[in-house]
């Protein structure tokens, strides 16, 4: 049978983060037609494919 995926595996965790940074991101959401959770995981996952390997492989 044919199921709609509704998304992802998600787990739910808190961060504190800069009042000004999330003043940011919540513009940029707005601005872009995103949620502010949407827009930070594209920000994450940016991070995270961007990272130098050598920054990869000091946390090894």
């Known amino acids: 049978m044919w199921k709609i995926q509704k998304g992802y595996d998600s787990v739910s965790k808190s961060?504190?983060?800069p009042v000004e940074l999330v003043d940011k991101l919540e513009k940029l959401a707005f601005d872009n037609n995103l949620s502010l959770n949407q827009l930070v995981i594209q920000c994450l996952n940016y991070?995270?494919?961007n990272l130098e390997s050598e920054e990869v492989a000091d946390e090894n």
Do not use: E, G, K
């Open 47 to 49: 991070a995270v494919d």
């Open 15 to 17: 961060f504190r983060l």
